[in-house]
């Protein structure tokens, strides 16, 4: 469905990809929305979260060579967008039904792609 629309992209390390895919098959095998399941799927979207923030905040300012006091302002920042972040999934998450989370394994696996070969 996104590859039909115009998107951004960020990449992410190989082993994140890994273990993002094999979190997701196995949280969608269990079907489960309980505890362990959702505390999972906390901890994945977290880092998926804060490489995709590194990626779009601090990349460009890394590219620029930003001193170390805009780089530390921005990693404030970074960190209080984060933490208000994660108050809001751990709320969604903790009401999250079998049904629902399916649908966001559907999603996370729609997002990650490999690397494409040139």
Do not use: W
């Amino acid at each position: 469905m996104l590859k039909q629309q115009s998107h951004i992209v960020a990449p992410i390390p190989d082993e994140l990809r890994t273990r993002a895919l094999y979190t997701v098959n196995e949280l969608r095998e269990r079907g489960k929305a309980d505890k362990e399941a959702i505390d999972k799927l906390f901890e994945l979207i977290v880092e998926l979260t804060e490489s995709g923030l590194d990626f779009f905040f601090l990349e460009p300012l890394r590219r620029l060579n930003a001193s170390s006091m805009m780089m530390g302002m921005a990693r404030m920042g970074i960190s209080s967008m984060l933490k208000g972040s994660k108050m809001v999934v751990h709320k969604v998450l903790k009401k999250l039904d079998d049904k629902s989370l399916a649908a966001i394994l559907d999603f996370i696996d729609e997002i990650i792609h490999e690397p494409e070969q040139g």
